[in-house]
Nanobody
């Protein structure tokens, strides 16, 4: 009953910024914890960032900490990932995900999330 659509990906140079958006439809996600994951070819889908239902708690993978910022606007049913100082190793398909568990436990695991978007490609050239 929740559909997620990512947007904002593209091709940028190292050091540039991108802002990804994930809009939910069908139901509002004000009571959902949300996460961003990414997957490069041949790699496992990896945790990037998560935000709890209220937006009061955020967590980040060590590889993006200090460069990426996750936020949400529940009135717009949208979660964002602001990506600054992009590096070539950030190149991947980025997915947003939602879970109704909403206890902000095991947010780093793909198995926690009930709903997934189709992904948006981010390519960072050197």
């Amino acid at each position: 009953q929740v559909q997620l659509v990512e947007s904002g990906g593209g091709l940028v140079q190292a050091g540039d910024s991108l802002r990804l958006s994930c809009r939910a439809s069908g139901r509002t996600f004000s009571n959902y914890d949300m996460g961003w994951f990414r997957q490069a070819p041949g790699q496992e889908r990896a945790f990037v960032a998560a935000i709890n239902w209220s937006g009061g708690n955020t967590v980040y993978a060590e590889s993006v900490k200090g460069r990426f910022t996750i936020s949400r606007d529940n009135a717009k049913n949208t979660v964002y990932l602001q990506m600054d100082s992009l590096k070539p190793e950030d190149t991947a398909v980025y997915y947003c995900a939602a879970t109704s568990t909403a206890n902000f436990v095991n947010y780093y695991s793909t198995y926690v999330y009930e709903y997934w978007g189709q992904g948006t490609q981010v390519t960072v050239s050197s």
